[in-house]
């Protein structure tokens, strides 16, 4: 159901539980609010009706605006993130010549605050799933992480040999750059064979512009490289260089690995595992928003008690868990 549709059924439903405007304050639900020769629409009618058009939805929305704004205060990091994908918005509609106050009109918005009200609740709803997470996780998960994961950083140089490909050339060109750039790369492997410096070789040869004119010196963590250069490294002792070119999206490289430094404990890196290991569940497990908003309502003892919209709650839910595990399980 569009936003639009959403908001009506919101706004008709606070009316006829509170009265406003010229809705009387609603007694029995058979006022009248149309009517017509030879028909009249009551409040019950129209609610009935609202309730098969994404009822549950509605008032889900209202549920979860609530008590995730309960849970989770509009902190400086909120209205950053709304500001940011505000402009984001804008900055894509314009790019395709569209009028984007039209479309948040169209789209059942007031305007931009309505909209960015929306956008602070997703950033909260995004903090809510990770807190929810973060509390699921056991010891042994994050010891588990940390073994496999955690590494002591890596001093390394590296010359990376660049396929000279450019997008208008054939496959048969691009192959050809390809066979001359590893080509090159060996050569230098064999200069290393006889002696000659790999910073020296780094500066001359070398085409990663950031680490050249140092000789191609850097420091390798686990994750801030492709992970073919962080296998290639990985696999080197102190003091050995590769045998090999190592390829990967960038080209060609030649490693030498100088040292690595001791693996941190994990009393020292307990945070920042816990973060990691929350985003690859978040990326790995759709459903968890939707776990952890069900949580968070049963926490502030949600009942619903219309037996219409409470199947039809239900209903949602699980199609909503059951739906993404089927993704999940087919990825």
Not at 218 to 228: A, H, I, K, P, W
Not at 256 to 275: C, G, S
Not at 313 to 324: E, G
């Amino acid at each position: 159901m569009n936003k639009k549709k959403l908001f009506v059924f919101a706004l008709v439903a606070a009316l006829m539980l509170t009265g406003c405007g010229k809705i009387a304050t609603l007694k029995n639900g058979e006022e009248v609010v149309a009517k017509m020769d030879g028909k009249s629409i009551t409040a019950e009618d129209l609610y009935g009706e609202l309730k098969k058009q994404g009822g549950a939805v509605t008032l889900t929305n209202m549920i979860d605006a609530f008590v995730v704004n309960k849970e989770i205060e509009t902190d400086d990091d909120a209205k950053s993130y709304a500001d940011s994908q505000l402009s984001s918005y804008k900055k894509s509609y314009q790019s395709y010549g569209q009028d984007f106050d039209a479309a948040l009109t169209n789209a059942g918005y007031a305007g931009e605050d309505e909209f960015k009200d929306e956008l602070i609740l997703e950033y909260k709803k995004k903090i809510v799933t990770e807190n929810y997470v973060k509390d699921e996780l056991t010891d042994s998960e994050i010891q588990k992480y940390y073994d496999d994961n955690i590494f002591g950083d890596i001093e390394a140089r590296h010359i990376l040999i660049s396929p000279n490909t450019k997008d208008d050339m054939s496959d048969d060109e691009k192959e050809e750059a390809e066979k001359k750039a590893k080509k090159e790369a060996e050569n230098i492997i064999k200069k290393l064979d006889d002696g000659e410096d790999f910073a020296k070789l780094a500066k001359e040869y070398s085409d990663d512009e950031g680490t050249a004119s140092n000789g191609g010196k850097l420091t390798v963590t686990y994750g801030s490289v492709v992970d073919e250069f962080w296998d290639g490294v990985n696999e080197l002792k102190d003091g050995e260089y590769s045998k090999e070119p190592v390829k990967s999206e960038y080209g060609y490289h030649i490693i030498y690995r100088i040292k690595q430094k001791a693996k941190p404990e994990l009393k020292e890196v307990r945070d920042d595992v816990i973060d990691k290991l929350t985003e690859e569940k978040i990326n790995e497990d759709s459903t968890l928003q939707t776990k952890a908003l069900v949580a968070l309502r049963k926490k502030y003892n949600l009942e619903i008690s219309d037996d219409e919209l409470k199947k039809s709650y239900d209903n949602s839910v699980n199609s909503a868990l059951s739906t993404n595990n089927s993704q999940n399980s087919s990825n």
